[in-house]
């Protein structure tokens, strides 16, 4: 798994996780595929809005 998969699949698994109960009860390693590609994707948007972020912070600092 490379670094930038390991990532996805930590915020994913971070996304899902908020849904409390739900996620207690349907376990992620029980996830079909279809579902995890829908927190993938999410994964994915809060990951560009992190870099993002970043990218400006470091901009700024540099700037």
Known sequence: MTDQD?????????LYSTLGH???????AGLAPARREIWYQRADAAIAVA?????ARLAARDG
């Open 22 to 28: 739900s996620a207690e009860r349907h376990p992620w």
């Open 6 to 14: 390991a990532r996805r699949e930590r915020y994913a698994r971070a």
């Open 51 to 55: 870099d993002e972020e970043i990218a």
